[in-house]
């Protein structure tokens, strides 16, 4: 099971990261297998909307469209912020602590943020819970019981006190704020396998305001310059 867990996680970090020819591509490619996974945990959800929404960005004019929308969605607009952080109302106490934590997960389990991208990001945290996935059905296999049990629980309390924190006000402003369907179907897959994934996972407090910024003054980085794609190849456990 944590296989197919971590292959959503997989494909949710590249159709959530900046759009290209190739990463669109690859999600295309994925359909097959993330209709298989879903149908493996129980999940109900029309992929052949998202397959149909996808060749619509085979057209130039299209893909160019859809990289506006993820710009004013997820980049300088901040109408959905894509960090952890952004959420947090009192970033200039609260900023260093997360940051801190986070990095002490991905040190933990030799998990490295790419140039380019923050600790915080969503496509960071949706990577390391898929390694995290990936690892413990590695112990599993191998019959590491200790390594197995130290790993689920690191997957519980990442989940807890981090993405599962910020998923849901996340996909709300999605819904709110995206104007291209393609992003509201990848908001309705996201919330739907977060929320199943959130109940194995208890005592998790949901941050509930998102005050909007603008970047001159922001206490906080964007980090938009550089961002580069991930390699959407399942990482090796």
């Not at 997957?155 to 999605?174: K, S």
């Amino acid at each position: 099971m944590e296989l197919y867990r971590a292959f959503i996680y997989r494909f949710l970090s590249v159709a959530f990261d900046e759009p290209t020819e190739e990463s669109l591509e690859a999600l295309r490619g994925g359909l097959d297998d993330l209709s298989l996974c879903l149908s493996k945990i129980g999940m109900d959800f029309d992929v052949k909307k998202l397959e149909r929404l996808l060749e619509t960005f085979r057209e130039e004019e299209n893909l160019l469209e859809l990289k506006g929308e993820w710009n004013a969605l997820f980049g300088v607009g901040l109408k959905a912020p894509m960090w952890e952080t952004a959420y947090e109302i009192e970033k200039a106490g609260r900023k260093s602590h997360e940051l801190s934590d986070i990095e002490g997960f991905y040190r933990a389990f030799g998990f490295e943020v790419k140039q380019g991208y923050e600790p915080d990001g969503l496509i960071a945290q949706l990577e390391f819970l898929a390694l995290l996935l990936l690892k413990i059905n590695y112990a599993k296999d191998m019959g590491l019981k200790e390594e197995e049990k130290l790993t689920e629980k690191a997957y519980r309390d990442f989940f807890r006190d981090h993405l599962g924190r910020w998923y849901r006000l996340f996909c709300e402003l999605i819904n709110e704020y995206a104007e291209v369907e393609y992003y509201k179907v990848l908001g309705q897959l996201f919330f739907s396998f977060l929320e199943l994934e959130r109940k194995e996972v208890p005592d998790i407090v949901d941050i509930e305001r998102y005050v909007m910024e603008t970047l001159q003054g922001s206490s906080w980085e964007c980090g938009i310059t550089g961002r580069r794609p991930l390699n959407p190849e399942a990482p090796e456990p």
